[in-house]
């Protein structure tokens, strides 16, 4: 596997590499990142990965100075998942000088995870969209887990008119449900046994609106009722359309169930498609 810090010589390595397929990440590599990447190889001849920590898609008072960086094990596993190419830049390789141009989302960008993580998703939309232009792949590779980032880059890598396919891997899981994230490792021992109550109060909401339960906004409260009494600390439980994010007008289309809520200082984010 190469290793490139710097544009010029990521640049350089990529040409005359056919169909690129690009899985950009934070680092700090898990089974649900190495999905991605045995995805990605059946769509391209050249699997190409990022580790990078972005600045800015981190709030002032979030974990960006503490966020684990895994620098070593993370080129371990790339390299046994057969990922041909790592884009590794510095801050300084990536932003030689203050980002001033920026991508602003939509009004999407300001619900959910957005209204508690303001300019969160200027930040996600800002750096894959440099990415975009230093990798220049055909094809990317998001995980659904981070639903509303999925629907971000590929609203605008479809409204710019980018020539990249975006494919949304599904979330992998621990044998109790809990998604698989690189905060996880955030949890105590008491709170990784409690985390699994995420997935199965999304479960129970799918399996009620299944049943035929259209009152999504009771559903939504129980749940928060729920988590509240284990002592969770909740932003969000939403039941709403696939299409867009907007709140349901009825049960019939497309549906997905989406959490984000603390767990001692952890924020564990989660959702189900119905």
């Known amino acids: 596997m190469q290793i490139h810090s710097a544009i010029p010589d990521l640049r350089a390595a990529l040409n005359q590499r056919g169909r690129i397929v690009f899985v950009p990440t934070m680092g700090n590599l898990h089974a649900g990142h190495i999905s991605l990447m045995e995805q990605a190889r059946a769509h391209g001849d050249t699997v190409v990965a990022s580790i990078f920590v972005n600045r800015?898609?981190?709030?002032?008072?979030e974990d960006f100075d503490k966020y684990p960086r895994t620098f070593q094990a993370d080129c371990d596993k790339l390299a046994a998942a057969g990922v041909d190419v790592l884009f590794a830049p510095t801050e300084a390789d990536l932003y030689p000088e203050p980002q001033e141009y920026t991508v602003e989302p939509p009004a999407i960008q300001n619900i959910l995870d957005g209204e508690f993580r303001p300019g969160h998703f200027r930040g996600v939309a800002t750096v894959v969209l440099k990415l975009f232009n230093i990798v220049q792949p055909q094809v990317a590779v998001f995980g659904k887990k981070d639903y509303q980032q999925l629907m971000v880059i590929r609203n605008m890598t479809h409204q710019l008119a980018l020539p990249i396919a975006i494919i949304g891997g599904e979330t992998v899981r621990a044998e109790d449900?809990?998604?698989?994230?690189?905060?996880?490792?955030?949890?105590?021992q008491a709170e990784r046994a409690e985390a699994p109550r995420l997935y199965r109060l999304l479960n129970d909401i799918r399996s009620a609106i299944r049943a035929g339960e259209t009152d999504t906004a009771?559903?939504?409260k129980e749940a928060i009722s729920a988590l509240t009494a284990a002592g969770w600390q909740t932003d969000y439980v939403a039941v709403r359309q696939q299409s867009d994010l907007a709140t349901p007008k009825g049960v019939n289309a497309p549906l997905v169930v989406l959490a984000a809520s603390r767990l001692g200082t952890t924020r564990l984010i989660d959702n189900i498609e119905i």
């Open 56 to 61: 800015l898609q981190f709030g002032p008072n």
């Open 177 to 188: 449900g809990l998604a698989l994230s690189s905060r996880n490792g955030y949890l105590s």
């Open 218 to 220: 009771k559903l939504e």
